[in-house]
């Protein structure tokens, strides 16, 4: 499979075969990141039994626990990725996502579930920080916005993989069951612990994957093997294609400072202007309340009048309405741009998250909830969620682009764990509807950023987006 050689080709065509499979690969990281982000609000009913797990505090930290994995994986992963590279990462990642899954299914304590958790978020921070990044560094530029968007559509499959898993795993639950009941039921012993167990499948799959991958060979221009990387940019896109690119990354690349990139460069006034863009569209990706809705789907289903059996379907049906969105968005982020997609997702929130605070404020059950959660649910999936990983992807310098985006998704967890763990306290001390409107409020002011301080990048070279940002 071919394709003609644009935007910083010349002539011959592209092997997009060979650039979607590499790409593939690397999103796998993102299918187990969607995967063990998402399998505790199915398993979170039956392991707080099994636990006796009481309190708001409790039930947030054994929710948010893994973010301080994330955090750590996310931090550790641009200093190691920049001097080892990203290959021995991702298969490093898929490592740990593999035993950490294995064997917080199967604790016997709530220490040891803690302590397996916060491993698998080391994981899952690793592959927040490497798959997009990845890809978009092996990406041709009028691509590069869909084939990062794939590392969103396998988070979202791996999103719908743990809802359906569950959903199987799960026997059905008396409606006036007691808590005793659900501890010592099959739920209660046992099917928590292989919806954590499943997800061993697919790491082996990735880590196979990951040994079989070339090399990023940016990182390999910037490290001064251009040999293998002109080898890997040929069998993209052809010899002229490979020759072009070797010379323009070599072009935005600082002589001595090549090979070693401390932090404290990312404090120069040019960079930090740019990082400061990169972080808040990774916050906001987090503090505009999706996520509570996927790790807090019980509590937010049962005050919508569900019991727990119809609240395992009702997150079925979230994640079948985030897959289809997130394949529209692979359809229009190289055509109609990422700045517009993500305006329209901002908005699009603060009026959905209204009209959820007067429905909880007035009562409103059932359907109409149901139907609003999954209106927005389809509103981040076709624009915050893919879009945020493609800007961050591709707004930094090759020379420091490990770094920074290591900077930018450690924020996002941040606030990731700022978001899960101070849901249960909002929903407790203002109720669901301010909790909600709070989140209106934050994706309003969002809407206005964007609008003033984020470029749009679609078609554009990762060569390219850099002059035009540090000029």
């Known amino acids: 499979m071919t394709g003609p050689l644009t935007a910083g080709g010349g002539a011959g065509r592209f092997n997009l075969g060979y650039v979607w499979m590499i790409s593939l690969v690397a999103a796998m990281g993102g299918l187990l990141f969607g995967y063990d982000w998402v399998v505790i609000g199915g398993a979170k009913p039956f392991f707080e039994k099994f636990f006796n797990l009481s309190s708001g505090e409790l039930s947030g930290w ?173 069998r993209i896109g052809g010899d002229t294609y490979a020759a072009i690119e070797v010379a323009d990354v070599q072009q935005t690349l600082v002589g001595g400072e090549v090979q070693h990139v401390r932090f404290k460069d990312l404090l120069a006034p040019k960079v930090l202007k740019i990082l400061g863009v990169g972080v808040v569209l990774a916050v906001l990706q987090q503090w505009c309340g999706i996520n509570v809705i996927f790790n807090y789907a019980e509590e937010i289903f049962h005050a919508a009048g569900y019991d727990i059996s119809d609240t395992l379907k009702n997150i079925a049906w979230t994640g079948s309405v985030n897959l289809v969105f997130t394949f529209v968005a692979l359809g229009v982020v190289d055509r109609g741009g990422r700045r517009v997609l993500m305006l329209w997702g901002a908005a699009g929130l603060a009026v959905i998250y209204v009209a959820m605070g007067f429905c909880y404020h007035g009562g409103v059950k059932g359907l109409p909830m149901l139907l609003l959660v999954l209106a927005a649910i389809s509103c981040y999936a076709m624009s915050l969620a893919p879009v945020t990983w493609v800007l961050i992807s591709e707004i930094f310098p090759n020379r420091i682009r490990g770094a920074a985006v290591s900077v930018a998704v450690s924020a996002l967890w941040i606030a990731c764990f700022i978001l899960t763990f101070t849901f249960p306290i909002l929903n407790k001390a203002l109720g669901p509807a301010a909790t909600f409107w709070t989140y209106a409020g934050i994706c309003a002011a969002g809407f206005v950023f964007i609008l003033l301080r984020v470029p749009e990048t679609k078609g554009k070279t990762l060569e390219q987006i850099e002059r035009e940002l540090t000029d």
Not at 83 to 111: D, M, Q
Not at 147 to 176: E, F, R, S, W, Y
């Open 62 to 234: 054994a929710n948010s626990c893994a973010l301080l994995g994330c955090l750590i994986g996310s931090i550790i992963t641009g200093g190691l990725s920049d001097r080892f590279g990203r290959k021995k990462l991702l298969i490093l990642s898929a490592l740990l996502f593999a035993v950490s899954s294995v064997l917080t299914g199967w604790a016997g304590t709530f220490t040891w579930f803690v302590v397996w958790r916060i491993v698998g978020g080391v994981a899952i921070g690793m592959a927040s920080n490497l798959s997009p990044m990845y890809i978009a560094e092996v990406a041709p530029a009028h691509l590069r916005g869909r084939l990062v968007a794939i590392n969103q559509l396998t988070i979202v499959i791996g999103i719908l993989a743990a809802q359906m898993i569950n959903l199987k795993i799960a026997q059905p639950v008396p409606a006036d069951a007691s808590v005793e009941f659900i501890r010592q039921s099959w739920n209660g012993q046992y099917a928590w612990r292989w919806m954590f167990t499943a997800v061993a499948v697919p790491s082996l799959v990735f880590l196979l994957g990951a040994l079989l991958v070339p090399e990023s060979p940016r990182w390999l221009v910037k490290n001064g093997a251009t040999d293998a990387a002109r080898r890997i940019l040929a």
